[in-house]
Every structure is written in C-alpha cells, then in structure tokens.
C-alpha cells in the first residue's frame, strides 16, 4: 500500500514552461511534507519542505502548494530550464521516525 | 557533503549469497537509515537505527538485517540473496533529533543478484 501516491511518473516540459507534480496522502499524522530532486548516479537531495499550517512556500522557482483538508500537495516548477531534469520525489513525515517517500517523477525540460 | 560513505558502490553476486553493505558517516549523527531505490516504486525504507543498537523496521524489511554497534556505522545484510533484491540502495543520515523531513543520503550502492 503505497502511503504516498505520486503523479505523473513522467513529465516532459519546455524550456520556459510551468512544471506541475502531484501527490497525495492518507495518513493525517503526517506533518512534514518535503520534496527531494535526484540526478542521475547521484543519492536524493532535499529541494523544499512545508508543514501543513502553510498553504504555500516559494522559495526562488520552485513553489510548494498545500491542500490540507484534500490532503494533496504539489510541486511546481516556473520557467523551467534543461538543468531542472532530475526525478522529484515528493515525502511525508510525521508521528514517527519515518520518512515515506512517492514513487517518483522523471521531469524532462527540452531547450 | 554530510559525511557519508557507502561501501561498496558496485557489486554483483550470485542468489543464495551473504552481501553486507555499509554506511560510514563523520558526524555523529544518531539517525541513520537505508533505502532501495527500484524503477515505479521510488524510495522504499528497509531499516533504520535511532541509535547504537537500536533499530526498527521499515516498508519492506523481510529478507534484510541490520546493525549497529557504533554511531559512525550502519551495516545493511542480506542474509542470502535473492534476484528480487537487485537494486540500489541508498543510505541517509537524519541531521536532527526532530523527524523535520530532511535527510542526507549517500552516492548509493548498486547491487545486481544474478
């Protein structure tokens, strides 16, 4: 049972363009909820993290938006460059010392 | 850079042998964790150890051991390794006492059971 669902496992996006991922969860425990970006041959780094007291954070472009009662949250990339393909993980935490992660999304950003 | 190595980053073997691998940090931190990595399942917990001597079960811990006899090191075993178990596996490090989402994981470890 996968805690936390993922969408879309892969995405391909201009150079310019607005990348958009998704997730969701099922556990209202959680009260963490980061996003990870892993290059290839590289381990998974920490991008951006909210709790659920925020509906947004923004930090330069990358913006998390938070829906606390749909229990979603989604990652949006602006003006994406060829640099931001990476896979994105989105995460959750909370109640124990566990971090549950999403399945993950390839992003390709095309010149 | 958190400190962490993984040992070895390579290995292949064959099913039904013993593969340790193992995770060395310079930090002292107390929380230390392992993950595979496989193709549309993302990051899966296996273990992870709160402390010297301490451990606790992840996602997906059957067919996997672990140890810890002092803070700098966390030792991932497969006791007999199986083909279901070729993956890559990451360890990571907590930098806090709070479970605040973040982690440092390591280069990874590939390991292929033929």
């Known amino acids: 049972q996968q805690q936390v669902k993922q969408s879309p496992q892969s995405l391909i996006v201009q150079k310019g363009g607005i990348s958009i991922i998704n997730c969701a969860y099922e556990n209202t425990a959680f009260d963490y909820f980061p996003w990870y970006q892993q290059f290839p041959g590289k381990g998974p780094a920490l991008l951006i993290a909210?709790?659920?007291?925020?509906s947004e954070k923004k930090e330069g472009r990358f913006t998390i938006s938070f829906n606390k009662s749909a229990k979603q949250f989604s990652l949006h990339i602006m003006d994406s460059q060829p640099g931001d393909s990476a896979t994105y993980f989105c995460a959750a935490s909370g109640g124990t010392d566990k971090l549950i992660f999403g399945t993950g999304t390839r992003l390709q950003v095309f010149p | 850079d958190a400190g962490i190595t993984q040992s070895p980053r390579h290995k292949v073997t064959e099913t039904g042998t013993p593969v340790t691998l193992r995770c060395h940090q310079t930090e002292n931190h107390r929380y230390m964790y392992w993950y595979r990595q496989d193709p549309g399942h993302g990051l899966r917990l296996i273990h992870y150890s709160y402390g010297v001597k301490d451990t606790d079960k992840g996602e997906v811990s059957d067919g996997y051991s672990v140890s810890r006899s002092k803070t700098e090191d966390f030792l991932l075993t497969l006791e007999s390794a199986t083909s279901s178990q070729t993956s890559v596996y990451f360890c990571a490090i907590r930098p806090g006492l709070a479970n605040t989402g973040e982690l440092f994981f390591g280069e990874g470890s590939r390991l292929t059971v033929l």
């Open positions: 909210i709790r659920p007291d925020v």
